[in-house]
């Protein structure tokens, strides 16, 4: 039986890969800090043999016993609340946490995927964004410290693989979204879709005229799958969907979904901001023959289910 370690694994797209990993037959080992991870997440794991939680910062040293396969380095704060409140820790798992993960895959000889992000593009003057983007980021912005993390950590995995001869893989996720997003995670779904479930005015910043793809977990989940099973690419490859809209008009939508009430307001535009977010997954669909599946009202509908939950039980809370 191959053996997987996912790091962040009680995290939002991380306990979506836990479960993807026992389906296939692995034997999994979710580790994360909690700090915005959650163990409801994978509670519904705790009964599986083959799943193992351990409560670990991945930027301490790392041991398992055994062997190990695989490891898949998603653990970090991914939203700007986060980051924002969270900038040492962002950093340090960037940067620590990926050599710790990757000096264990060393030692292990395991295949090693790095979670990056969209943000290595900043607020990008390329649109859409292809992989020989090298970006336009404010490395001494606010969200420079998430950022920079994920272009150091891009640059330690590719020197851990021309050094060291590791098989290593590079995500860079777009903006996703269903179940088990944070309700007050800050992002644009999971700030939107509560506000419209309990009849709050709806929060759009600066004009709203910004734009974002959404790509729903299960279409993420396949599209990592095949990067890390179906191809031996070492370089950063983009997943997402790149059906582009404004976040006004999202906003617009998930009223209309919602049948809510409620009324869109504006607020300030926080400094770097991306005006444009948009993957250009030529390279994807050639490489993994992938491109997403679920269709953005689905998707939605399905979040929906969810936070519907999330939200009744914040009110039993209140």
């Known amino acids: 039986m191959e053996r997987a370690l996912i790091t962040g694994g009680a995290g939002f ?3 979506h890969l836990c479960d993807r990993f026992l389906a296939e037959g692995f034997e999994v080992f979710c580790m994360d800090n909690l700090i915005t991870g959650s163990l409801r ?15 670990q910062d991945v930027t301490e040293y790392l041991y398992l016993k055994g062997e190990l396969h695989y490891i898949l380095h998603f653990a970090s704060p991914a939203s700007p609340i986060d980051y924002q409140q969270l900038p ?17 895959a060393k030692e292990k000889k395991a295949r090693f995927l790095l979670a990056s992000t969209s943000e290595t593009y900043g607020d990008p003057l390329v649109h859409p964004q292809p992989e020989t983007y090298w970006g336009n980021v404010n490395p001494v912005g606010p969200r420079g410290v998430y950022d920079e993390a994920k272009r150091f950590a891009e ?17 860079r996720i777009f903006n996703t979204y269903g179940p088990r997003m944070r309700i007050n995670d800050g992002r644009v779904v999971p700030t939107l879709l509560p506000q419209a479930l ?62 809510s009430q409620s009324k869109i307001t504006f607020q300030g535009l926080p400094p770097d901001d991306p005006k444009v977010r948009q993957p250009d997954i030529t390279l994807a669909k050639k490489l993994l023959k992938w491109e997403p599946q679920v ?19 914040v009110r039993e809370e209140e």
């Open 88 to 104: 040492i820790q962002t950093l340090k798992v960037g940067s620590l946490g990926t050599h710790k993960a990757l000096g264990l």
């Open 198 to 259: 309990r009849g709050k005015d709806l929060t759009v910043f600066g004009d709203g005229s910004q734009t974002r793809s959404f790509c729903y977990v299960s279409d993420l989940v396949e599209g990592i799958w095949r990067l890390l099973f179906h191809t031996d690419y070492n370089e950063p490859v983009n997943l997402g969907n790149p059906r582009e809209m404004s976040i006004l008009d999202f906003a617009k939508a998930i009223v209309e979904i919602t049948g």
């Open 41 to 55: 997440n994978v509670a519904h794991l705790f009964e599986e043999e083959r799943f193992h939680f351990i409560k």
């Open 295 to 313: 269709l953005f009202e689905e998707g939605i509908r399905k979040t929906l289910a969810y936070f519907q939950e999330a939200t009744e039980a």
């Open 155 to 171: 640059a330690m995995t590719m020197a851990y693989h021309t050094y060291h001869g590791m098989d290593t893989r590079i995500v």
């Open 13 to 15: 797209i991380g306990s």
